[in-house]
């Protein structure tokens, strides 16, 4: 009892704010630690430093020392190092020429009225990241992701996402817009497809936050367009859009994979803990990605939170058959498989010890792990399973 009291003791003296000190000494150094020192000017909160900011997206069961000091905080500082060194100038040449040295050519499409559409039907500004040379390339089709920020955020800011890094490797172009409505974002596709070969078959969408609420609407909006889908930072949902449109999801089938935190700023889990949470929202998931048969109830969502013996369930209060544990990146990760009546791996639940409600290490990473290994027929719509 006594070292479990001088042990929350130490715990309670590193929280100030949510924040644990950034400069406590580590056996654990990387070239970017210092960004997590670094002021910059952010909208979550008023010129805070990067190691701030992790703590203003998490709970109070942050340990900050130790996200800071992985694997996993050492991919998030290299994911947000152009955003803290040009948070306002998202167009400087010096960024421009990084990614151009990366192999991914950056784009900018400014609208002088943000409220009114342009000749193509867009609204409001968007960002264009294609692989060096694709517009030249007619004989290749790239795959396209759709990025969508947080709420409140610029559409740039899905630069911190780690997908721009996993695009210059793998040859992805990635549409980063601000207004992310969801016919916005397919009159974006109709325009980027008339200058880029893009791969029709392979179209996806990821979000954090209010970015993948916007990625689960998108997907309603045209049931047969996306192969699938990654929603970042929320619980396991999928909120029913009109009974049509769920329909059509339904029958067409979505692949999703959800990754969240376990020190989210919101509570992401146990699910049904917040409004932004829901059974139902569960309940729909498995729905439109085949897995009926893990619906539950809210009587027994609570019933696994406070009493199940497999650890993802008692964490989560969802519903669960094979749990995996990954160690790559000094997290622990809970790695979930559903498969679906036809055998597929059609949803994927991800969660990740000591992550708080910010896309963050290696989230890109399971992302596209997990969609590159779907596409669509592009004239039956049904989508295809094709694993790499």
Not at 12 to 22: E, F, K, W
Not at 76 to 86: G, S
Not at 170 to 181: F, K, P, T
Not at 231 to 255: C, H, N, R
Request: hydrophobic share 35%; net charge negative; proline share 3%.
């Amino acid at each position: 009892m006594m070292k479990k009291r001088i042990a929350l003791l130490l715990g309670v003296a590193c929280l100030v704010g949510n924040v644990c000190s950034v400069s406590a000494v580590s056996q654990y150094d990387y070239e970017m630690k210092y960004l997590y020192d670094q002021k910059f000017n952010c909208l979550w909160a008023d010129y805070p430093t990067f190691g701030e900011l992790i703590g203003f997206q998490s709970s109070n069961d942050l340990n900050l020392n130790s996200f800071i000091n992985s694997a996993w905080g050492e991919q998030t500082a290299k994911n947000f190092y152009t955003y803290i060194t040009y948070a306002k100038d998202p167009m400087n040449e010096n960024l421009v020429a990084y990614w151009e040295r990366q192999g991914l050519h950056k784009e900018a499409y400014i609208q002088e009225d943000q409220e009114k559409a342009d000749a193509d039907g867009i609204i409001g500004d968007y960002y264009l990241y294609t692989p060096a040379g694709a517009a030249e390339n007619a004989e290749e089709a790239y795959p396209c992701i759709f990025v969508n920020h947080g709420g409140g955020e610029p559409a740039y800011q899905a630069e911190t996402f780690g997908y721009c890094q996993i695009a210059a490797e793998e040859g992805l172009v990635l549409i980063m817009a601000e207004n992310e409505d969801s016919e916005n974002l397919y009159n974006i596709l109709q325009k980027v497809k008339k200058t880029y070969p893009i791969d029709e078959s392979r179209i996806y969408a990821t979000g954090s936050s209010m970015g993948a609420m916007q990625s689960i609407n998108l997907s309603a909006a045209y049931p047969t367009l996306l192969a699938a889908i990654t929603t970042l930072d929320v619980a396991p949902k999928y909120i029913s859009q009109e009974e049509e449109a769920f329909a059509a999801v339904k029958e067409a089938g979505l692949p999703v994979i959800s990754i969240a935190g376990t020190v989210d700023k919101y509570d992401a889990y146990p699910i049904d803990t917040n409004p932004m949470n829901s059974v139902s929202g569960w309940n729909d998931l498995m729905t439109v990605t085949g897995n009926e048969d893990y619906c539950l109830t809210s009587e027994e969502s609570a019933e696994l939170a406070k009493n199940s013996m497999n650890i993802m369930e008692h964490m989560t209060g969802g519903k669960f058959e094979e749990t995996s544990f990954d160690y790559p990146h000094n997290n622990k990760v809970y790695v979930n498989n559903f498969t679906n009546s036809d055998g597929v791996n059609s949803l994927r639940i991800v969660v990740v010890e000591n992550k708080g409600h910010i896309p963050s290490g290696f989230d890109a990473t399971y992302s596209w792990d997990f969609m590159k290994n779907f596409s669509r027929n592009t004239e039956t719509g049904e989508f295809i399973y094709n694993e790499n």
